[in-house]
């Protein structure tokens, strides 16, 4: 269980104990420990991942949503690896996403929302934000995703034009990737994701 102030819980039996080993976290507005998401094969590897706000570089221009993975060890976290960072870092305390998603041929997605720059960042490939994202379940960029190879392009994005997608969930039947995200004043909606689509 994830808490926003970035306190990561193990509920065994009903008792809630604190985990060690979690990154530093950056904490702003809506901004803090987000989603965490198990392996699929966390029964025999015991590896998780997590998406969080964070400032990695040290400087004072805020942070973005990152994607971590850990290995579990009874209450703490081991092997902690940062796979995926947003840039650039900005103050904002708004729209950081995000959700962590598997697909059934060794995908992982994950979402970054626009960071309170909804006319920019989204409809630009060359940034971060506002992009659905996937990976490889090692943190490599598949040499399948939409934008591998093209100028001046983030390579790991899967989708592009979205606002805060903090929903996702895979279609039981289908496989589909669906996507909520936040609009204005009562704007949502629900996507189904598709490979290098502006939504």
């Known amino acids: 269980v994830t808490e926003k102030s970035g306190i990561l819980y193990r509920v065994v039996k009903g008792e809630k104990t604190p985990l060690t080993g979690i990154p530093e976290i950056y904490v702003r507005g809506q901004g803090g420990l987000l989603d965490i998401a198990l392996h699929p094969e966390f029964n025999s590897n015991n590896i998780v991942y997590m998406t969080l706000s964070a400032n990695t570089e040290g400087d004072k221009n805020g942070g973005n949503t990152s994607l971590y993975s850990a290995k579990l ?3 703490a976290l081991e092997e902690v690896k940062l796979l ?3 840039t650039p870092n900005t103050k904002k305390g708004q729209h950081w996403g995000s959700r962590i998603v598997f697909d059934n041929e060794g995908h992982l997605f994950f979402s970054i929302g626009d960071r309170g720059n909804r006319d920019t960042n989204p409809q630009d490939i060359g940034r971060d934000a506002g992009k659905i994202y996937r990976l490889n379940l090692d943190g490599s960029i598949p040499a399948d995703n939409p934008f591998v190879g093209k100028d001046d ?10 606002r805060n997608p903090q ?3 895979v ?5 589909a990737i669906w996507e909520h995200e936040h609009g204005p004043q009562g704007g949502d909606e629900i996507n189904i ?3 290098g689509v502006n939504f």
Do not use: L, R, W
Request: positive net charge.
């Open 73 to 75: 060890n009874d209450f």
């Open 84 to 86: 995926y960072k947003a």
């Open 153 to 162: 392009a983030k390579e790991a994005i899967f989708s592009y034009g979205h």
């Open 167 to 169: 929903g996702m969930v």
């Open 171 to 175: 279609h039981p039947k289908t496989g």
């Open 193 to 195: 994701i598709q490979k």
